[in-house]
């Protein structure tokens, strides 16, 4: 089945540091792909998308790239802040319409002043 | 619009008591999502609503969790018996139709059996 592989974290940086997670998955087909943002205590809310190969998403200052070739979807930040800490999901779509979301396990990222 | 909104926030219970989770998806939106958090299996898709209509819940763990959606404003996830391993964080989200990609997500449930 689809499935999405991300980094494991926590991953820890200083704030104004770059921020690379990365994102991997498999599909059949072309899913699209996600980033999601969960802030402690709240649910998920989406970061950014990408619906075909080659497109970038990008939101507040993130950004990634659908790359077909390398099955990847890394999210990047170039100054991350404090309020950036939270828990990342990268995720996919499939089934009929993309309705049904594949999550990867999230990653931890606590930025310090 | 207040999103999408869920009751009750925090959920403690005996094993073997039965748990009801609510939810209450955004207003015009077409697709209900339950979802599950577990710090061992992540996210996972239970069961997923079209206009009312249940059309996947593959994922629905066993016969004890059942998911209704008797209107558009409300759907409800029922657990019966409930086993300290339903413990978890369950949220609920909402999409407008086929098509649209963003899945909105409430606030989530975080159910404690004890």
């Known amino acids: 089945g689809n499935s999405v592989t991300q980094m494991e974290g926590p991953v820890t940086l200083s704030e104004e540091a770059f921020l690379t997670i990365n994102c991997t998955y498999t599909?059949?087909?072309?899913?699209?792909l996600f980033w999601y943002v969960q802030y402690p205590g709240e649910g998920l809310q989406l970061l950014l998308k990408?619906?075909?190969?080659?497109d970038k998403g990008s939101n507040k200052g993130f950004e990634a790239t659908y790359r077909k070739e390398t099955t990847s979807f890394h999210l990047e930040k170039g100054s991350v802040q404090v309020s950036d800490s939270a828990v990342y999901f990268c995720a996919l779509s499939e089934g009929e319409y993309g309705n049904k979301l594949v999550f990867g396990a999230g990653t931890i990222l606590r930025v310090k002043s | 619009d207040a999103g999408v909104i869920q009751s009750p926030r925090h959920e403690v219970t005996e094993m073997g008591q039965e748990v009801t989770l609510r939810c209450k998806p955004i207003?015009?939106?077409?697709?209900l999502f339950w979802y599950r958090q577990t710090m061992m299996r992540g996210l996972e898709l239970l069961i997923y609503?079209?206009?009312?209509?249940?059309?996947?819940d593959s994922g629905m763990p066993e016969d004890r969790f059942s998911a209704k959606m008797p209107n558009a404003s409300f759907s409800t996830l029922k657990i019966q018996p409930s086993e300290p391993r339903d413990s978890a964080v369950y949220f609920c989200?909402?999409?407008?139709?086929?098509?649209?990609?963003?899945?909105?997500f409430g606030q989530g449930t975080r159910l404690t059996v004890v």
């Open positions: 207003s015009g939106h077409d697709y």
């Open positions: 609503f079209n206009n009312n209509v249940p059309i996947d």
């Open positions: 989200a909402s999409r407008a139709r086929a098509g649209t990609v963003e899945a909105f």
């Open positions: 990408a619906t075909k190969a080659d």
């Open positions: 599909a059949t087909g072309y899913p699209s």
